[in-house]
């Protein structure tokens, strides 16, 4: 009869290697008449699921494709075919086999696998058994690596900025520092931290530094160190990330540190309370003191972004009893989170008050109420200029607040806010992304933001600003009036048949 292997080892260290595998297999193969023809293998696999294991996916793509020419799979034994968490897995890929017309013979099992009561429970017995294997080999290995760190030796893992691994023998004497990527040779050998280059040591106590002594952010930390050109290694940028994990890891006091988190079986990784951790500290030299490291935490733990819904709500709630008014922007004071803050974290700033117990604050409900008319006039005059431009047989393409116009260029519809002041009356514009290809039509509100005023091109719009004050002085100075939509798309008509016209007459 025809037959496929398949081989599986995990290390290079285990016993039953994949020539010793092989060995058993073809003994077996004899024995009963088997002709292997077919070899799948997964060297230096973990058996915990079917997931990195192409040896095993390619034999049961094969046999759910009818594309096998033999009538059985040999293995080894059950914890070859897989120590799958879950029994009911391993069930399944043999089961697949099974109904494919494929019978799956383990030759070193003390039963012969036919279907048979007594067999399946023997079968089900091992599976279980070789998946309590490796979470008991997890356990002990957590148990000696815990044991170890409390040591202050490290396990696993790149030394981070400003640090290095530092390779020691078993009597302790220091050999080599450790390059990213390499591993120490002999299993007595250890490792532990070392301070890296003074210039990478230094550039850590400054990031201390400008966070606590200069109030820095850490994104601006992380600008700051970017436009000084100064390298994070092979972890490219800096970012915010970076430099909270720098800011935050206390292994940049002396201490070495394990079991920050840890990721079983594949599942996803868990972030572990300080409690959980595994501790050494003065392991090596310090390059910040503990109580600048103290500091730090404290401030990173009073962050915005760090803040609980409850607290900045406790926060608000004190702000405008004190204040009496809505949140202005973008922060109201130093420590405090500001309107996006609170409207990102609960939907707007309506919600906020509501769930404050305020009554909603007509301030609130009229910027809401006022945002929906802009919008509506936009969109009632984009409507207006296309249609116009469409009669004049003028092709135009609109996208969002932007529509370009066949020989004329980009043009950009934006509503301008009424507002007054003490020297008079002014509009609040907000713009898109600048382009210098685009001309920029501003639509002016009557005072009460009820109705349109006028509408006011501008060929040559202000540049780098995304949000301006328009007065009447700048458009006398930069600006065309029209009076109604119409007039502006008529505008665009003429201007574009004489651009034409010039063409044609050079």
Same mark, same amino acid.
């Given at each position: 009869?025809?037959?496929?292997?398949?081989?599986?080892?995990?290390?290079?260290?285990?016993?039953?290697?994949?020539?010793?595998?092989?060995?058993?297999?073809?003994?077996?193969?004899?024995? %009963?008449?088997?002709?292997?023809?077919?070899?799948?293998?997964?060297?230096?696999?973990?058996?915990?699921?079917?997931?990195?294991?192409?040896?095993?996916?390619?034999?049961?793509?094969?046999?759910?494709?009818?594309?096998?020419?033999?009538?059985?799979?040999?293995?080894?034994?059950?914890?070859?075919?897989?120590?799958?968490?879950?029994?009911?897995?391993?069930?399944?890929?043999?089961?697949?086999?099974?109904?494919?017309?494929?019978?799956?013979?383990?030759?070193?099992?003390?039963?012969?696998?036919?279907?048979?009561?007594?067999?399946?429970?023997?079968?089900?017995?091992?599976?279980? #058994?070789?998946?309590?294997?490796?979470?008991?080999?997890?356990? @002990?290995?957590?148990?000696?690596?815990?044991?170890?760190?409390?040591?202050?030796?490290?396990?696993?893992?790149?030394?981070?900025?400003?640090?290095?691994?530092?390779?020691?023998?078993?009597? !302790?004497?220091?050999?080599?520092?450790?390059?990213?990527?390499?591993?120490?040779?002999?299993?007595?050998?250890?490792?532990?931290?070392?301070?890296?280059?003074?210039?990478?040591?230094?550039? *850590?106590?400054?990031?201390?530094?400008?966070?606590?002594?200069?109030?820095?952010?850490?994104?601006?930390?992380?600008?700051?160190?970017?436009?000084? !050109?100064?390298?994070?290694?092979?972890? !490219?940028?800096?970012?915010?990330?970076?430099? =909270?994990?720098?800011?935050? %890891?206390?292994?940049?006091?002396?201490?070495?540190?394990?079991?920050?988190?840890?990721?079983?079986?594949?599942?996803?990784?868990?972030?572990?309370?300080?409690?959980?951790?595994?501790?050494? &500290?003065?392991?090596?030299?310090?390059?910040?003191?503990?109580? *600048?490291?103290?500091?730090?935490?404290?401030?990173?733990?009073?962050?915005?972004?760090? =803040?609980?819904?409850?607290?900045?709500?406790?926060?608000?709630?004190?702000?405008?009893?004190?204040?009496?008014?809505?949140?202005?922007?973008?922060?109201?004071?130093?420590? #405090?989170?500001?309107?996006?803050?609170?409207?990102?974290?609960?939907?707007? #700033? &309506?919600?906020?008050?509501?769930?404050?117990?305020?009554?909603?604050?007509?301030?609130?409900?009229?910027?809401?109420?006022?945002?929906?008319?802009?919008?509506?006039?936009?969109?009632?005059?984009?409507?207006?200029?296309?249609?116009?431009?469409?009669?004049?047989?003028?092709? *135009?393409?609109?996208? @969002?607040?932007?529509?370009?116009?066949?020989?004329?260029? %980009?043009?950009?519809?934006?509503?301008?806010?009424?507002?007054?002041?003490?020297?008079?009356?002014?509009?609040?514009?907000?713009?898109?992304?600048?382009?210098?290809?685009?001309?920029?039509?501003?639509?002016?509100?009557?005072?009460?933001?009820?109705?349109?005023?006028?509408?006011?091109?501008?060929?040559?719009?202000?540049?780098?600003?995304?949000?301006?004050?328009?007065?009447?002085?700048?458009?006398?100075?930069?600006?065309?009036?029209?009076?109604?939509?119409?007039?502006?798309?008529?505008?665009?008509? @003429?201007?574009?048949?004489?651009?034409?016209?010039?063409?044609?007459?050079?």
């Amino acid at each position: 009869m025809r037959a496929a292997q398949y081989l599986r080892v995990s290390t290079d260290l285990q016993q039953y290697s994949i020539v010793n595998q092989q060995t058993a297999i073809a003994d077996y193969a004899a024995q %009963h008449d088997y002709e292997i023809v077919k070899t799948y293998t997964d060297a230096a696999k973990s058996g915990l699921d079917i997931k990195g294991r192409p040896g095993l996916q390619s034999l049961i793509d094969d046999v759910l494709n009818r594309v096998v020419d033999f009538q059985a799979v040999i293995v080894f034994d059950v914890s070859r075919w897989g120590r799958f968490q879950d029994c009911d897995e391993a069930a399944c890929y043999e089961f697949l086999c099974r109904r494919a017309g494929i019978a799956v013979r383990y030759c070193a099992e003390p039963f012969s696998n036919d279907g048979t009561p007594f067999d399946s429970f023997l079968k089900s017995i091992k599976r279980t #058994m070789a998946a309590e294997y490796v979470r008991e080999l997890s356990a @002990k290995t957590l148990a000696g690596q815990c044991r170890l760190a409390a040591g202050g030796f490290k396990l696993g893992g790149n030394a981070g900025f400003g640090l290095r691994r530092l390779l020691v023998g078993c009597d !302790g004497k220091p050999r080599t520092i450790l390059q990213d990527g390499q591993e120490k040779y002999l299993s007595t050998e250890r490792v532990i931290y070392t301070l890296g280059p003074p210039e990478e040591v230094a550039i *850590v106590r400054e990031i201390f530094s400008m966070f606590l002594d200069e109030n820095m952010s850490l994104i601006a930390i992380a600008r700051v160190l970017n436009e000084r !050109g100064i390298t994070n290694g092979r972890f !490219g940028p800096w970012d915010t990330n970076v430099v =909270r994990r720098i800011l935050s %890891h206390p292994k940049y006091t002396g201490t070495t540190v394990f079991n920050r988190s840890s990721q079983k079986f594949r599942s996803k990784r868990i972030i572990h309370p300080k409690e959980k951790w595994v501790l050494r &500290p003065d392991s090596f030299p310090a390059i910040v003191p503990q109580g *600048v490291f103290d500091r730090t935490q404290a401030k990173l733990a009073n962050v915005v972004e760090r =803040r609980s819904n409850q607290q900045l709500l406790e926060e608000l709630r004190a702000y405008i009893e004190t204040y009496g008014r809505p949140l202005p922007r973008p922060k109201p004071a130093a420590g #405090m989170a500001c309107a996006n803050t609170y409207a990102n974290r609960f939907g707007g #700033m &309506p919600a906020v008050y509501e769930l404050l117990g305020f009554k909603p604050i007509s301030w609130t409900a009229g910027s809401v109420e006022l945002f929906r008319k802009t919008k509506s006039v936009k969109s009632e005059a984009l409507a207006e200029v296309s249609r116009v431009l469409a009669d004049n047989r003028i092709r *135009v393409s609109v996208r @969002k607040s932007v529509f370009r116009v066949q020989g004329r260029g %980009h043009f950009r519809l934006a509503a301008g806010r009424c507002f007054t002041i003490s020297s008079g009356i002014r509009w609040m514009v907000t713009t898109g992304p600048n382009c210098p290809k685009h001309g920029l039509i501003v639509v002016r509100l009557q005072p009460e933001n009820k109705a349109v005023k006028d509408f006011v091109v501008f060929l040559e719009p202000p540049r780098s600003k995304r949000r301006f004050t328009l007065s009447d002085d700048m458009v006398q100075r930069s600006g065309i009036v029209y009076p109604t939509a119409n007039a502006v798309a008529d505008a665009i008509v @003429k201007r574009s048949t004489e651009r034409k016209s010039t063409v044609r007459s050079r």
